[in-house]
């Protein structure tokens, strides 16, 4: 499980950095490599952590999504992650 979490998290951080330098849809890809090893941690686990971490994957696709100008896909990945954050 450890080594799935670094892993998600080295997903999201090159994310990041390529999302800086603008480079949305290769940002777009990891942010979603992320997500999905989150997603699988959260069912295994059910930690807040993991939970937090699929929400904020959840966020990252939306700016990503929104900055592109779809608004409505950005709009789902928004509400995935309240949803989550609500609970």
Do not use: C, F, P
Not at 61 to 83: F, S, V
């Amino acid at each position: 499980i450890e080594a799935q979490n670094d892993l998600s998290s080295s997903y999201s951080k090159i994310g990041t950095i390529l999302q800086m330098n603008g480079n949305l849809e290769d940002a777009l890809q990891y942010y979603k490599n992320a997500l999905s090893i989150r997603k699988q941690l959260m069912a295994e686990t059910s930690t807040l952590d993991a939970q937090r971490s699929v929400a904020s994957s959840y966020h990252n696709i939306g700016i990503i999504l929104q900055t592109q100008g779809k608004l409505e896909d950005a709009l789902q990945y928004y509400k995935n992650a309240l949803g989550i954050q609500e609970q």
